[in-house]
């Protein structure tokens, strides 16, 4: 299929040709929706942790007398059913939220949502994305002359200048396609990809 080969102005100069594997595939909903759940899922870290009753600051003497009183029964003021008592199942810092993803699922999401990105029009290919200097102005003044606002840009080889430019930017991403996720494909607005890293893309989703 053809892609549209836009230059570094934003405008259409030609057209170049992509794998219809890679970018002309039918769209999977359920896929994308498992994918972008588990790369979410893979991300998370075991930062919470909660208190058991063992755990928990607490005297071992019994609260009340056990008949006569009224209330329930209790033996410890760590019980779970005692306001200040511990967890019955608590959160602990070890727990595993990761999913498993086979290669072949990975690659058939990350073909579905470039080719959807085509048919909305949020991806085009561009001739290069370079920068002079390591300076974010005159990066941020280049992509607002192209009219990108919230973009992500998939570039063969990100030297210092483009990474140093473009890394205090809230609304853009520069990364190689090897770092391209499905997540930022989802998010960003619009999607470019220089022509030296259209190879790439296509050899490491075939």
Known sequence: MQLELINERGEASSQVEAADTIFSRDYNEALIHQIVVAYQANARQGTRAQLDRGQVSHSTKKPFRQKGTGPARAGMTSSPLWRGGGRIFP???HENFSHKVNKKMYRAAMACILSQL???GRLA???QMAVDSPKT???AQKLKGMGLESVMVITGTLDDNLRLASRNLPGVLVVEPRYAD???LVYYKKVLITKDA???I???LS
């Open 202 to 204: 296509q050899e490491m």
């Open 118 to 120: 085509v048919r909305q």
């Open 137 to 139: 102005k005159p990066f």
């Open 125 to 127: 290919v561009v001739e």
């Open 182 to 184: 499905p997540l930022s």
């Open 91 to 93: 959160n602990s810092p």
């Open 198 to 200: 259209l190879p790439a």
